[in-house]
């Protein structure tokens, strides 16, 4: 039976430098064992740095990194008690898949025969039972990637690192895999760290999200945490679309708070701000559009765009230009067409940055 | 379990125990009758001669060595030590000390006592000197290096990896001693007498030569200096190989020529000919006893002359030899030019002439000025042509070599050539790495670019045919003189057939039931064969490692350590092996005369391109195959034996089957290191040319032309039908990795 065993990962002030470049500024972050954590954030935000030094394939130029409780710093890959899937998989292209799971087991000094029947028994784990004696070109690609999770599982290790393990699937296996690696992951009960540049896909696969901007951690917290209560702007908007407006915070009475654009009026939650000038994060399909000659929030539709399932309108306003997702695709307006600007539902949120 | 301390413990035991062996079990000094041959065995380890270094210490007074056996110890105190920065600290201390003290002392302290004046002045005067460095002081000098990179790895070098620590620096070590050491050599040597002792005055005098120097020929004197005259062939052979390597490449691609399959095997050609080869034929043809020669003058009545003497028959013999090399890196360029550009140009009103010469021709541009300068290192370094057609018109080459074997024997003479030669060659091999570097616009992506060349514009198209074709026929006519040349009795005189010189080169007979190569070439083919077969793999393996190196591993210095390895592609043959002769004849390092200085040679002067090969290879592997072994818990020697080695097969092929050929077909370096024992092919072919025995000399080469086909053409088969399977298998994978590679530049 493969029962990896749950480690706890911790960085402490880590900090990374390639030449000039700062690619990791003063990282501290902890990992609880047995969490699914990912690292979101655009291309060259230090996401793929950060998984490569907890791999051992990178050493900070500062700082400490910890797994399971010890300090790995300057251990080379080879001798960390971690394993990881390669978003390319790096399925070696000349051994049979049994061959590539057994790998790891062979490499740490197990016996051939003892290594193919845990290779064996991984493979099974990940549904390809039977298939070992295929070569990774004969697989199909998502088949490929299970013989690359197998091989990273069967080592047992503390922690498990996926870097973008969905990116090479075409969209529909693509859901079908995550699912499959959340269901494993919850059903083994390993620790893993994922990294991905797909808001979605950190959504539906983590306990926790660690979203990352320009080599340091913008927000970490649950899914729920961040789509609802995003930080600032850059958040809003990463987590799904968002339309950032000024606004004023009228009062604030514990838990919410008035606040006004143009003449609109509308009650968010308080998240500690204070009356005042302050910047107000809205989901394109948090915003209502009504035909009007004039409005307490007036707008005016530039561009429409009819989708199947909805319209997407750009609307020019007092306070610039918004994106709006409207599901009522039966009364599409025509561009040109002067509407009332209103809000509904819980995707607004007040914004610090 | 802590895999990893038992690891690094093991590997320091097995190189401690290393070092105690050689410092208790094997003759420190260099053994006189080799140390394979175990004749010291008897002696062993009473004699001074053959003791090992302890007994050396305590019996011969070669006290100092106390220094070296102190650092061994410092490691075994590094074994024990717990805290793993001193013990990494410890390592790299006795590590460095041991390696510089051991060369320091082998240059210091030569057989009669203190090499250096300065020193026995510091010192006391050594009542003893001490012989060459033996097995037991190289194999103590190498256990040094080795703790030196475990000491860096363990203290976070190159992310803690002991082979690739240890691998560069073994490398540093070995280009340090066979490349740089004698180059060093030389250089001093230009300021040395016979004996050694320093002497400015050989340098001034020959460094102020007008045999060298003059510029009679401008300033209406008679003849200019050697180093002008050779300066201005390797210009005038660089301007015709890249004129004609230009139009056999235009020819192949961009018309409908009907021999295009024979123009390729012309890139086969320069691989299998050695290199006097071609002034061989052409003395045939045009010499004074020569076909042509003695056609015109029954024909016309024209006095046979010695016109090919010289150099002009020298450029056309170079022309010859490298016309298929500037093919060879000109072909990549006008295939590499991309038809969409030419296409474009079409559809913005450009006609065929206008698109050639606005477009097509400045895209080849780079391409075609590091052909220029390739043809001119080649014509620079040549050393065969000229020393069959030279005459008394040597160049630098020729020179260098009568300085020593001649009457002159003048080492400073030499040197101070072979400094001359190497200014020019480094000068293009610079030029040629930052001058265009990074200028290539001749780029094969892998994007599928559909669209077919642009034929030529007519005129052009005519043009490049006119030089093609009779030069196409020129080099059948004499590569058919070459291998009819063997068969006929006294070329000129006796035109008629005879087996005569392949049975003196290569008979055999039955003697007593005994089979006995009784041909006189019997014996430097073997050796040939021999070293070619020794050397070929070393050369495989250290250019693969290097060029895994470099592909592979990010460090400090790295770019400076590329250029110090490919460097010694720009090294003439001839200055290398002067070198080896003045750095290899005394101690430290005693080696003339044996088969390892002719091994030592082949490996560090084909090791560039092996290394080329293998950066091509290894760029095409995804980087992810190495991380994946890594994370899976594989060492960096596993990963390389497991996972890049069976994927780099072709490359291995390649490079062996290269540096084989080229240990057969080399004569610039051989000639000077050769010796009764070791006697090599080609040394001994020039040989017969100097004994005017064209016959037999003819024959050899025809033979070793074939030899080195047949070996070709198997290699070719079996990488041919590996790619095939390889290419299957990787398939689904080189292609999934390469959105991934842009992806991790842009991270």
Known sequence: ???????????????????????IHDLSLTIEPGQLVTLLGPSGCGKTTTLRMLAGLEHPTSGQILIGGKDVTMLPANERDVSMVFQSYALFPHMSSLDNVAYGLESAGMKRKEARERAEEGLKLVGLAGMGARLPAELSGGQQQRVAVARALVLEPQVLLLDEP????????????????????????????YVTHDQDEALAVSDRIVIMKDGAIAQEGSPRDLYEAPASAFIADFMGEANVVACDVLSVDGADATIRVGALEHRVPSRNARPGPAKLAVRPNAITLEPASSAAFPGRITHAAYLGDHVEYEVETGTGRLFVVDPAVERALPPATDVAVGFKGRGIALING | MDTGKDNRNRRLDITLGLGIFAFLLIPWYRIEGGFLSFGWLPGFPGEASVAPGLLQILLHGRWWLVIAALMLAVAGVARITKDPRRRGALLVL?????????????????????????????????????????????????????????????????????????????????????????????????????????????????IQDPAIWSLGCVLGGDRCGVAWRTLWLAIMTAG?????????????????????????????????????????????????????TEALSSLFGIEPGRWLYGMTGIWIAQVLSFTPISFLVLIGVVEGVSPSMEEASQTLRADRWRTFWRVSLPLMKPGIANAFLIGFIESMADFGNPLVLGGSHGVLSTEIFFAVVGSQNDPSRAAVLAIILLCFTL?????????????????????????AHIALPRPLSIGVHVLVVPWMLFTVVIYG??????????????????????????????????????????????TTMEIALISAPLTAAVGLLTAYIIVRQKFVGRNVFEFALMMSFA????????????????????????ALILIACFVFRNMPVGVRGGIAAMSQLDKSLDEASLTLRATSLRTVRKVILPLLRPAITAALVYSFVRAITSISAVIFLVSAEYNMATSYIVGLVENGEYGVAIAYSSMLIVVMIVIIASFQLLVGERRLRRENRVAGLTTAPSPLLAQEKAA
Not at chain 2, 139 to 156: D, K, N, P, W
Request: net charge positive.
């Open chain 2, 481 to 526: 003189m070459i291998l009819f040349g063997g068969f006929v009795k006294t070329w000129g005189l006796d035109n008629s057939l005879t087996l005569d010189h392949y049975a003196r080169a290569f008979s055999v007979e039955m003697r007593d039931g005994v089979l006995s190569w009784t041909g006189v070439a019997w014996n430097s083919f073997w």
């Open chain 2, 571 to 594: 090294i003439p043959g001839t200055v290398i092996g002067i070198s080896y002769i003045m750095a290899f004849n005394l101690p430290p390092l005693e080696m003339t005369g044996t």
């Open chain 2, 94 to 206: 006795s590590g460095a000390i041991g390696v510089l003290f051991l060369t320091l002392q082998g240059l210091a302290i030569g057989y009669s006592g203190w090499a250096w004046t300065i020193s026995d002045r510091l010192f006391a005067a050594l009542p003893d000197g001490q012989p060459s460095m033996g097995a037991g002081a190289m194999l103590s000098a190498l256990v040094f290096v080795l703790l030196f990179s475990f000491g860096l790895a363990e203290r976070g070098a190159m992310k803690g990896d002991a082979f690739v620590v240890a691998s560069i620096a073994l490398l540093i070590f070995l280009v340090a001693i066979f490349v740089f050491y004698p180059v060093g050599s030389m250089l001093i040597g230009a300021f040395q007498d016979f004996d050694g002792s320093l002497n400015p005055a050989g340098f001034t005098r020959n």
């Open chain 2, 427 to 451: 000068t293009a091999f610079l030029a040629q790495r930052y001058w265009l570097s990074g200028k290539n616009f001749a780029t094969v992506t892998g994007k599928g670019d559909s669209g």
């Open chain 1, 166 to 193: 969905l990116s090479n699937l075409d969209a529909r296996l693509r859901r079908q895999v995550r699912t499959e690696i959340r269901e494993l992951q919850q059903r083994l009960g390993f620790t893993a760290v």
């Open chain 2, 240 to 292: 015709g190989s890249t004129i004609m390597g230009l139009a056999f490449a235009l020819v192949a691609t961009r018309t409908r020529f009907p021999f295009k399959k024979g123009l390729r095997l012309l890139t086969v050609l320069p691989i299998i000919t050695p290199p006097f080869v071609i002034g061989l034929a052409l003395t045939l043809l045009f010499g004074r006893a020569g076909v042509v």
């Open chain 1, 1 to 23: 039976m493969i029962t990896p065993r749950a480690g706890s990962v911790v960085f402490q002030h880590v900090r990374k430098q390639f030449g000039a470049f700062t690619a």
